[in-house]
């Protein structure tokens, strides 16, 4: 006979080697109001499939094994698995603490956390929250900080610096004008007009007229239509 199961409560399940844990688990669990088993299994006696049909919320591991991997679960189930996992028990071993990270695992707790803090950890992931021990979690900030510092830098293009001439060239661009217009407004041939537009796109990049126009004004200069 299934457990009925309150629609705010968080539906646990136990994937633990560990019998005398998991059984302890299962008591501690038992007396929170908001807290659920729907199953419990060790990780020999189940398939993915078997363990996915509990539906649950929250799943709690005692080992980190490639079968049992949060990735491998997901994987299995085309990555539409919408619980979170949670390891427990482990030791303060920063490899193993950015594999489990990698496979998805969204709570880590070493071997000497207590009851209340398991409960906690069930709750934040629940949230979207994830946990981890104080020591490891510097070594995630390390590791982001060596990511970006592998990342290209991607610098700003410097401002164009275009010419007094340029910019009363664009602003009469920018007022809708032709190329004839514009040459007979600055006393220039239409050949030079046309080699003024043509540095100006280069310089600012842009594929057209109007997208030098917009460029430009992003940059600060004064050119209004």
């Known amino acids: 006979m299934s457990e009925f199961v309150p629609s705010s409560s968080i539906r646990v399940f136990l994937m633990m080697e560990n019998r005398l844990l998991r ?4 008591r501690l669990l038992r007396k929170r109001s908001d807290l659920v088993i729907v199953g419990q299994d060790g990780p020999a006696d189940a398939t993915a499939c078997q363990v996915l049909d509990a539906q649950f919320d929250v799943l709690l591991i005692d080992s980190f094994q490639t079968a049992w991997s949060a990735a491998k679960i997901a994987h299995e189930t085309g990555g539409q698995s919408a619980f979170k996992a949670v390891l427990i028990g482990m030791e303060p071993d920063e490899e193993l603490f950015m594999a489990a990270v990698r496979s998805g695992v969204m709570g880590y707790l070493l071997k ?3 009851a209340a803090e398991l409960v906690a950890a069930v709750r934040a992931v629940y949230r979207g929250e994830a946990v981890c021990p ?3 979690c510097s070594r995630l900030f390390r590791f982001v900080a060596h990511i970006i510092e592998e990342m ?3 610098r700003s293009a410097p401002r164009p610096d275009l010419t007094i001439r340029q910019q009363q060239l664009m602003v009469l661009f920018a ?3 032709t190329n004839k217009e514009i040459a007979s407004r600055l006393n220039l041939s239409e050949f030079t007009v046309r ?3 043509h540095r100006i796109l ?3 990049d842009a594929g057209s007229r109007s997208e030098a126009v917009e460029t430009i004004r992003a940059y600060g200069y004064s050119i209004s239509s």
């Open 195 to 197: 080699n003024h537009i």
């Open 175 to 177: 007022k809708g004008l």
């Open 202 to 204: 280069k310089q600012v």
């Open 112 to 114: 000497d956390a207590s």
């Open 152 to 154: 290209p830098v991607k």
């Open 134 to 136: 104080p020591q490891l």
């Open 23 to 26: 059984e302890a688990l299962i």
